[in-house]
């Protein structure tokens, strides 16, 4: 049985930073291509970033491209996604989602996804 639980979110003034969390199980972990998406109220779920197992350099949306990092550790089986300079429109719920193809898709397609978890930038 899957199970990706995120953790990590919460409320961080404009300019701060978060750390995002994504423990996996009941999968192969390295040969999976890993990302981020959010999904704001009255919003379509967005792809944020990615990392695939085959390709090694990361893929971003352009609006985190430089404030956002996404990482993994393959011996805990965790995908981090390091989020600074944080701005308010990035508040959402944020989802981990894992696939098995070898590309980085940016559709909200993925085989597998997290229970999410908030992250609100507001002062």
């Known amino acids: 049985q899957v199970q990706l639980v995120e953790s990590g979110g919460g409320l961080v003034q404009p300019g701060g930073s978060l750390r995002l969390s994504c423990a996996a199980s009941?999968?192969?972990?390295?040969?999976?291509?890993w990302a981020w998406f959010r999904q704001a109220p009255g919003k379509e779920r967005e792809f944020v970033a990615g990392?695939?197992?085959?390709?090694?350099?990361?893929y971003y949306t352009a609006s985190v491209k430089g404030r956002f990092t996404i990482s993994r550790d393959n011996a805990k089986s965790t995908v981090f996604l390091q989020m600074n300079s944080l701005k308010p429109e990035d508040t959402a719920v944020y989802y981990c989602?894992?696939?098995?193809?070898?590309?980085?898709?940016?559709?909200?397609?993925?085989?597998?996804w997290g229970q999410g978890t908030q992250v609100t930038v507001s002062s």
């Open positions: 990392v695939s197992w085959s390709v090694g350099t990361p």
């Open positions: 009941g999968l192969s972990f390295s040969y999976m291509t």
């Open positions: 989602a894992a696939d098995s193809r070898t590309v980085i898709p940016t559709k909200p397609r993925y085989d597998d």
